[in-house]
C-alpha cells in the first residue's frame, strides 16, 4: 500500500533558455512560488526556467512595461 503523506521528491528539469538542472516540485511549494513576480507558463510548449533565467525574464517584461 502506497502512503499518499510521503513527500514526492521534485522533478530535475534543465532549463529551457539556459539547460541549467534545477528542481521543480509539482507535489507542493516549488521554488518560484517564493518569487515576487509570475510569469504565464510558455505557450510554445516549452518547460520552466531555473531560478536565475526566471529572475532574467521578469526583469526584461518589467523593463519593457515601463516603456
Do not use: H, I, V, Y
Not at 34 to 49: H, I, K, S, T
Not at 52 to 57: E, F, I, P, S, V
Request: proline share 7%; net charge positive; charged share 25%.
Amino acid at each position: 500500500m502506497t502512503n499518499r503523506s510521503e513527500k514526492k521528491p521534485a522533478r530535475r528539469l534543465a532549463c529551457a533558455s539556459c539547460g541549467a538542472e534545477f528542481g521543480c516540485n509539482l507535489a507542493g511549494p516549488c521554488w518560484c512560488m517564493d518569487e515576487a513576480f509570475r510569469l504565464p507558463m510558455p505557450q510554445d510548449g516549452g518547460d520552466c526556467l531555473c531560478p536565475d533565467c526566471l529572475r532574467k525574464a521578469a526583469a526584461r517584461a518589467a523593463e519593457a512595461a515601463a516603456t
